[in-house]
């Protein structure tokens, strides 16, 4: 398995969210690209959570993925104030009680994703100085009401605004972010990987 799993949470291949989770992970030298659009896998929760549904192929490779990743990046355009319905699908059936969270006796939540790590790339066509009015809700849901609530513990964001107008140069510096964000995270992964799993020193 991969350090880092990077969702990418657009239906378009052609997307300038594509485009970045595939920069971050090119530059981070031991990540793999999870695209939503690719799975073969029902994304709506049919019976809530009264109902177990079985699990696709797809969805089980995915949450073994999620359980093993030191480093999981959501990258996702901001639509009608939440993520597409592809993402929101994939957490439906794949985070679920009692495997990614679960409440404790006292009620509080417990989540049981063991990465360290998160990173939000969060994309929208609200240009930077409409947040304090218009506000970005998809980022509060993505990065506390899902990554952190199931366990991921240090979980940062990364926002690209103003998309629609932006310039082929801004484009390009957005994509050399992600790449400069994938390769800091790289570099961490392998250090922390080789100090919890040093390399064995050979007898003389």
């Known amino acids: 398995m991969s350090a880092a799993l990077v969702i990418d949470g657009h239906p378009d291949a052609r997307s300038l969210t594509a485009a970045l989770a595939r920069r971050y992970a090119g530059a981070h030298g031991d990540a793999r690209v999870l695209a939503l659009r690719d799975l073969d896998f029902d994304p709506i929760l049919r019976f809530g959570y ?90 509060t849901h993505v990065a506390r009401g899902t990554m952190r609530f199931c366990g991921i513990r240090d979980v940062r964001t990364t926002r690209m605004l103003g998309v629609k107008d932006a310039s082929p140069a ?13 390769a800091a995270d790289g570099a961490r992964d392998a250090r922390e990987r080789t100090a919890t799993h040093p390399v064995p020193v050979p007898a003389a």
């Open 50 to 139: 009264r109902e177990r549904m079985t699990l696709e192929p797809d969805l089980v490779e995915a949450r073994e993925a999620l359980h093993a990743a030191r480093t999981i990046v959501v990258a996702t355009p901001l639509w009608w104030g939440s993520v597409p319905a592809l993402l929101k699908g994939f957490f439906d059936r794949s985070l679920l009680p009692r495997q990614e969270y679960r409440y404790r006796p006292s009620g509080l939540p417990e989540g049981l994703l063991d990465a360290p790590h998160g990173r939000l790339m969060l994309l929208a066509d609200t240009p930077w100085f409409l947040t304090p009015f218009t506000g970005l809700p998809a980022q």
């Open 170 to 182: 801004r484009v390009e510096a957005w994509l050399d972010r992600a790449a400069r964000l994938g």
